[in-house]
């Protein structure tokens, strides 16, 4: 494992991306309604990252045919758009990624489209507090062990299932670096936190715990119709004080 430590000149340029693809998020949220399709979702990414002198991050990677992953109701992650319309009541989660000047950030958000069922809401919320219980431990002194450990067991004594199959990742001239970063854990364990990391942290979660299956495009993954699932991500730097958000900076509330 090559975890790389960001010197000052890049975290500069890691904050650039980071601002820039939080105004990404922000204009695609403002679309999210229903009547809406994920495809015309992603156009709108598409062309505000252009418009930002930035590439879209995902397009290409790996083969993924589209800017945004959106993902809907029991689609946990690398839901492809797709010209249906969003219906009230369903939920969102977008995730896309960006390269601004040789460097990438990424970040994610589960968006209510209308009203929701409460239990939505509240998967929602819940994956949200789950980023910023795990974020009280991404500082020196503690390891990703820790930070899995605290987003895990958040969410499992609220009755949630932890996805287990997919997991953040460190960020920087690439979108996928070392170390990953789970969102479960045992305390004490994995790399070290050390000052000039950056990683993605995504809690990714279901609203009842079950096994996560790639539908036959090869990239959607779904718990299972009738779950619900929820994503929430930031890429985040490791400071000698600890953790500073390079996405969400807008939407990041005090600890």
């Not at 809406?36 to 045919?65: C, H, M, N």
């Not at 758009?81 to 990624?97: A, M, Q």
């Not at 119709?225 to 953790?243: I, K, S």
Request: hydrophobic share 40%; glycine share 10%.
């Amino acid at each position: 494992m090559a975890i790389k430590l960001k010197s000052p000149w890049e975290i500069e340029r890691m904050r650039e991306a980071g601002a820039l693809l939080t105004e990404v998020v922000e204009e695609v949220a403002r679309h999210v309604e229903p009547g809406v399709s994920t495809w015309e979702l992603d156009q709108i990414a598409y062309e505000a990252i252009r418009r930002r002198k930035a590439k879209p991050a995902f397009l290409g990677l790996y083969g993924f045919p589209a800017t945004l992953c959106t993902s809907v109701n029991e689609v946990v992650v690398h839901g492809i758009p797709s010209k249906e319309p969003l219906k009230e009541g369903d939920i969102l989660s977008v995730d896309v990624g960006l390269i601004y000047q040789g460097f990438a950030a990424d970040m994610a958000r589960t968006f209510p489209v209308g009203r929701v069922s409460p239990e939505a809401e509240r998967l929602i919320r819940d994956t949200e507090a789950a980023f910023w219980e795990g974020m009280k431990y991404l500082r020196p002194g503690f390891r990703l062990g820790d930070v899995g450990h605290a987003i895990q067991t958040f969410l499992e004594s609220r009755g949630y299932g932890v996805v287990r199959e997919f997991v953040g990742h460190g960020v920087g001239r690439e979108i996928h670096e070392d170390p990953q970063v789970p969102n479960f854990g045992k305390p004490g364990t994995g790399p070290k936190i050390r000052p000039g990391m950056t990683l993605a942290l995504e809690p990714m979660v279901t609203l009842r715990p079950a096994p996560v299956v790639i539908l036959d495009d090869g990239w959607t993954a779904s718990a299972g119709r009738g779950n619900l699932a929820a994503h929430y991500e930031n890429t985040v730097l490791v400071t000698e004080e600890g953790p500073e958000l390079l996405t969400g900076v807008a939407l990041a509330r005090a600890e």
